[in-house]
């Protein structure tokens, strides 16, 4: 069964750091791109980057540029995002997604993981 | 950066009904690069039509997609009960990828 699992529920302060994992099954990890997309409380759904797995090259949106990070273990067939400098609005569901019907980086999201609620409070 | 537009914000309509969502992009799209998802409470989105018409792996044939240029379209034939829910559409044929704000298709 192919699917994507995400770590648990993360709480941290305004200005920490928070490392959400994505372990892929069913499939090789690199074979397929994968993308980071999150969803604040209660709005619509907002993409963050993509990672190719295969080199580890990397995408991100302009809007997270210089605070985000992502990077992957082949070995153990997981991703990883990282956000730092968080703020509140920062607070949302992060999921990670598996590339897929497209061309080469180009792709939609045929595999979701179940997210990872992320929330930024004092 | 691609601005998507759903429209209507909100669809109310019955179980046996045809819905009809429309996506209007502030500039034109790749007809290959166009998806719509749907998203119920409390789920991660689910993929239904990718390149404008496909429908994904295990879709109905209920759910239609459609269009070109800067409109697109799903339509759902006959409502059945478990399609109340918020759809998306998403181009991905430039960064960032965008997706629209949603229609949220709820039960009258």
């Known amino acids: 069964q192919v699917q994507l699992v995400q770590s648990g529920a993360e709480v941290k302060k305004p200005g920490a750091s928070v490392k959400v994992s994505c372990k892929a099954s069913?499939?090789?990890?690199?074979?397929?791109?994968l993308h980071w997309v999150r969803q604040a409380p209660g709005q619509g759904l907002e993409w963050m980057g993509i990672?190719?797995?295969?080199?580890?090259?990397?995408t991100y949106s302009q809007k997270f540029q210089g605070r985000v990070s992502m990077t992957r273990d082949t070995s153990t067939s997981t991703a990883y995002m990282e956000l730092s400098s968080l703020r509140f609005e920062d607070t949302a569901v992060y999921y990670c997604?598996?590339?897929?019907?497209?061309?080469?980086?180009?792709?939609?999201?045929?595999?979701w993981g179940q997210g990872t609620m992320v929330t930024v409070s004092s | 950066e691609i601005v998507l537009t759903q429209s209507p914000g909100t669809l109310s309509l019955s179980p046996g009904e045809r819905a009809t969502l429309s996506c209007r992009a502030s500039?034109?799209?790749?007809?290959?690069?166009l998806a719509w998802f749907q998203q119920k409470p409390g789920q991660a989105p689910r993929l239904l039509i990718y390149?404008?018409?496909n429908r994904a792996t295990g879709i109905p044939d209920r759910f239609t997609g459609s269009g070109s240029g800067t409109d697109f379209t799903l339509t759902i034939s006959r409502l059945e009960p478990e399609d109340f829910a918020v759809y998306y559409c998403?181009?991905?044929?430039?960064?960032?990828?965008?997706f629209g704000q949603g229609t949220q298709v709820e039960i009258k």
């Open positions: 998403q181009q991905f044929g430039t960064s960032p990828r965008t």
């Open positions: 990672i190719n797995p295969s080199n580890g090259g990397t």
């Open positions: 390149g404008t018409s």
């Open positions: 500039q034109s799209v790749t007809s290959d690069y």
């Open positions: 069913g499939y090789t990890l690199s074979s397929y791109y």
């Open positions: 997604a598996r590339g897929h019907y497209g061309s080469g980086s180009l792709t939609t999201f045929d595999i």
